[in-house]
């Protein structure tokens, strides 16, 4: 059975799509690898993953039936071991089954990457959440992004807090006193910070000799059990 992380954060905007999609990305260097964009009328995922033209909801038919419980997917072009399964429009997407896929890319991927919206009001979000097997949270060294992480965490029941591990996107320089005074409010160990790159609009892209594409890769890494072939 394969391992299933989320990423998610309760605040938008701080590279959620853009860390889903790296991870993937190099997960999937030698197993296969499934991710999910559950951002709803299609997120951002195959923009990053370069996938041109965008698919629309015309040229990526749902096929969800009780016998299959799968979307279609794409391939990435250059990652024969990565699936992509985008979002369907959000009329079709309230009618999925999201319990029964993720079950399915357990069983099909030896791990599957959510890419969960962060609007608390989104039925998948919670689906999402219940069903990883590890959670990433992502932030950045601002005040409103830890308060609004912190109140995350404060909502958490244990189950859910435990699967919980915390990101950090160091998207821009800052002082060292603000980023000591964010994780002295965050209240919580920092699992990884992804250092400081370019704008993140220009990382909207896999780059893998970047900073922030090595710190990825890193990160991947350190995810993969060491037994593993």
């Not at 299609?42 to 299959?68: Q, R, V, Y």
């Not at 909502?155 to 160091?170: A, F, H, P, T």
Request: hydrophobic share 40%; net charge negative.
């Amino acid at each position: 059975m394969g391992t299933v992380f989320a990423i998610f954060s309760p605040t938008g905007g701080v590279g959620v799509s853009t860390i889903a999609a790296h991870l993937a990305y190099f997960l999937s260097e030698t197993r296969e690898t499934g991710i999910l964009d559950m951002i709803p009328d299609f997120g951002s995922i195959t923009d990053i993953l370069s996938f041109c033209p965008k698919p629309s909801s015309n040229k990526f038919p749902l096929i969800f039936e009780a016998s299959t419980p799968i979307l279609s997917e794409l391939t990435h072009p250059k990652r024969g071991h990565l699936k992509v399964f985008v979002m369907p429009p959000s009329l079709m997407a309230q009618q999925i089954d999201w319990k029964a896929f993720i079950a399915s890319a357990r069983k099909s991927f030896a791990y599957t990457i959510l890419d969960l919206p962060h609007t608390y009001l989104a039925p998948e979000l919670t689906v999402g959440l219940t069903y990883a097997d590890q959670i990433f949270c992502v932030g950045e060294y601002h005040w409103a992004t830890i308060q609004s992480l912190k109140a995350f965490f404060d909502g958490c029941d244990i189950n859910l807090s435990e699967k919980c591990k915390v990101i950090i996107n160091r998207s821009e320089w800052l002082p060292q006193e603000v980023i000591d005074e964010c994780r002295l409010n965050l209240g919580r160990e920092v699992y990884a910070e992804i250092p400081y790159d370019p704008p993140l609009e220009a990382a909207r892209k896999i780059r893998e000799n970047s900073a922030f594409g090595k710190a990825m890769k890193r990160m991947a890494a350190g995810l993969i059990p060491e037994d593993t072939p």
